[in-house]
């Protein structure tokens, strides 16, 4: 067996494997750290073994026996009474986990544990791509901007708050899943958005975040595969990133919606998300829960992706979305967002009006902003244009923003 065979199987054991024989581990251990670095331990000697002996007929159950040895060595070496009757159970306790909640997998369990709302967002966060990602300290680092040792502080503290405060390894209860869940998706869908558009740095884009939040949307959807809300986010993920290829020009610029080279979009991507808005609307007129916010744009997407052309565009039908949306979340974000489709359906006065209702909260938010600027500058008030695209740049944190909005005022006539 030829060496690429055997890193292409390593790797594909590490995405696949990773997050499974750590949540088994912490379930049976109680301790996220030990579980964590024996999971580690077990890549290394994967890594090391493979190469000389072979992939192995089942990869997950060797690294989940290798893990588990190294576990047991690790309590072993550990010289508190506790912990060495911890290693003998853990030599014979093999049982099957009580049953928690609703669905029964140890890696649900670890998502509600990393996500639970007693520890910080940017804990949460850290600890989602570190425990389920397999994301190591540095990459998550790099991903946010910040220091190695900073990181490694922050996963170390959450980690520490998990033990301190009790926080219970389980899968909610039926009543609760609900709000809990959503915080879940939240974590998730912060993970996308910080990498689909990066707010700080030189890189517009951080392909590693999309790709990870992608690939945490599928494993929900694999263990909650009957719940809207997972569908969606999952949809709205795959029919937002398919447009990627076409959204930084070559030079570093944002290509906007209507500009963008739509032969360029992943057709896989948006294939995919299309079956799963589908599949939703069929539930929902069979009967099942209305949609929820993830739903709605992901059906939002889907009537962008789905127009021929920018001016193809159902805008009517994206006005009527968002207006659902508000009724949800009235947040000013969305109701921004809905004053600019109403631009587009009404003319960009109406537009204008609702967008400028949203002055008081908004007035710190580039997008803000540059939806002023831009129905200013179709309404012929070039100077007042001019001013809310001054503003959008010096707000705007992504350097391919920013380049669009400086050429944009620069076209401003006069």
Known sequence: MTVPTVEQAITRAYH????RVVASLARRLGDLDVAEEA???????????????????????WLATTANRKAI????????????HQAARMMYDDTPAEPTGPVEDDRLRLVFTCCHPALAMEARVALTLRLLGGLTVPEIARAFLVQETTM?????????????????????????IRERLAGVLAVVYLVFNEGYLASEGDDPVRVELTDEAIRLGRLLRSL?????????????MLLTDARRPARVSRTGELVTLDEQDRGAWNRTFIAEG????RERVEAVAAGGDPPGRYQLQAAINMVHTNAPSARDTDWSTIAALYGRMVLLDPSPIVRLNRAVAVAEVDGPGVGLAEVDRLTAVLDGYHAFHAARADLLRRLGRGGESRAAYDRAIGLAGNPAERAYLTRRRNQ???
């Not at 000697?45 to 072979?54: L, Q, S, T």
């Not at 490694?152 to 609760?176: E, F, G, L, N, Q």
């Not at 299309?274 to 808005?277: G, I, P, S, W």
């Open 152 to 176: 490694a502080r922050r996963i170390t503290r959450a980690k520490a708050k998990i033990k301190a405060a009790h926080i219970p390894y389980r899968v909610p209860s039926a009543d609760d």
């Open 39 to 61: 999971t580690a331990e077990a890549f290394v000697a994967a890594a090391e073994r493979w190469p000389r002996e072979g992939v192995p007929p089942n990869p997950g159950g």
């Open 224 to 236: 909650l595969p009957d719940n809207g809300e997972v569908a969606g986010l999952l949809a709205l």
């Open 412 to 414: 401003l006539a006069g």
């Open 16 to 19: 696949e494997e990773w997050a």
């Open 73 to 84: 060595d690790r309590l072993r070496r550990e010289s508190q009474r506790d912990a060495k």
């Open 274 to 277: 299309n079956a799963l808005v």
